[in-house]
């Protein structure tokens, strides 16, 4: 009860464009960097000099939201740059991460902060798939593997630990999600009828995705991990019922502070490799006591668990192995 009441009402955040140290000469992508707490997270990537990749589908919003940044900002070192990206269309998923390739030598930080929530019933991406779990999950995963190559490369030369990739999870893997996260794999890929259930387990299996990719990369130096941005005034919103969206509008908090714990997930000198598959809370500190059953769901059998984020994991690779 006590970590619900701190999700809702967090201690003060410890790392804010305040106290920001330069990031000039780092390289960052921000998914869903021109709306947001992604807007947010990029204006205070760029405005401490860093360079700035804002991936979305929407290019004539992105490119306005980049021109008042530097209207903003007019005296960074940094840069901004447009990478057209739709999560729920794998193949511009492939370009993307391609084109990025391409032009780039390093990335720091892979900011995945996109997602969509409780779009209309029957939603699904280009490829047939539920959209929250294609938006949140398969173009997520899809990317962040194609740049794995691209993250090992920079932390063979980066600080332990200062490479990192980002997913973007919820409270409601607190909340919401059924024991185990999910029953069985069939459980979570399964479309459900009500879509906040569809919304549950692509947030759960953010976390998911977090854990096996620190699996993955971890030993060579890239640390993953997951965090809850907090309960924000954003267009996630948009899909709500009107009612809903006025009974939560006290509980929320303005972007820039879901910012400042993407702020503290990407870049704080507290998080070290240990640390990988972890969960970060508002506004910016590890989960105090994750549920024991989402822990035994991140553990293989070997280790005594029950193999539902590996489980989870394979299936986003084998959903999306055709694009790769």
């Known amino acids: 009860m006590g970590n619900t009441y701190s999700q809702f009402f967090p201690p003060a955040p410890q790392l804010t464009e305040a106290n920001l140290p330069s990031q000039e000469g780092k390289v960052f992508v921000v998914t869903g960097g021109y709306?947001?707490?992604?807007?947010?997270?990029?204006?205070?990537?760029?405005?401490?000099?860093?360079?700035?990749?804002?991936?979305?589908?929407?290019?004539?919003?992105?490119?306005?939201?980049?021109?008042?940044?530097?209207?903003?900002?007019?005296g960074s070192s940094?840069?901004?740059?447009?990478?057209?990206?739709?999560?729920?269309?794998?193949?511009?998923?492939?370009?993307?991460?391609?084109?990025?390739?391409?032009?780039?030598?390093?990335?720091?930080?892979?900011?995945?902060?996109?997602?969509?929530?409780?779009?209309?019933?029957?939603?699904?991406?280009?490829?047939?798939?539920?959209l929250q779990m294609a938006t949140n999950c398969l173009g997520p995963y899809l990317f962040t593997q194609l740049l794995v190559p691209l993250l090992l490369t920079t932390a063979k030369t980066a600080p332990p630990a200062t490479v990192r990739v980002v997913f973007t999870s919820s409270i409601t893997t607190d909340h919401g999600a059924p024991t185990g996260g999910a029953s069985s794999l069939a459980a979570m890929t399964t479309p459900s009828s009500f879509q906040q259930n569809n919304y549950t387990h692509?947030?759960?299996?953010?976390?998911?995705?977090?854990?096996?990719?620190?699996?993955?990369?971890?030993?060579?130096?890239?640390?993953?991990?997951?965090?809850?941005?907090?309960?924000?005034?954003?267009?996630?919103?948009r899909h709500f019922p009107p009612v809903l969206r006025y009974v939560i509008a006290p509980l929320l908090y303005e972007p820039r502070f879901g910012a400042y714990t993407e702020l503290w997930a990407g870049l704080s000198r507290d998080l070290v490799m240990e640390d990988g598959g972890k969960h970060i809370e508002p506004w910016g500190r590890l989960h105090p006591n994750p549920r024991p059953d989402l822990l035994l769901a991140m553990k293989s059998k070997d280790e005594g668990g029950t193999g539902l984020a590996a489980e989870f994991a394979e299936w986003c690779d084998r959903m999306t192995a055709e694009f790769r």
């Open 78 to 130: 940094g840069k901004l740059t447009f990478l057209k990206v739709a999560l729920d269309d794998l193949p511009s998923v492939k370009v993307a991460a391609q084109q990025f390739m391409d032009t780039e030598s390093r990335l720091d930080v892979l900011f995945n902060n996109a997602g969509v929530s409780s779009p209309p019933k029957g939603s699904v991406s280009a490829q047939g798939f539920e």
């Open 35 to 74: 709306s947001g707490i992604g807007l947010a997270l990029s204006r205070m990537l760029y405005r401490a000099g860093g360079s700035v990749y804002v991936a979305g589908r929407n290019e004539t919003k992105a490119l306005e939201a980049i021109s008042q940044m530097k209207v903003d900002a007019p």
């Open 202 to 237: 692509s947030k759960t299996g953010n976390w998911f995705l977090a854990s096996e990719l620190a699996r993955q990369v971890g030993p060579q130096g890239v640390l993953s991990v997951a965090h809850n941005p907090g309960n924000l005034k954003t267009p996630l919103q």
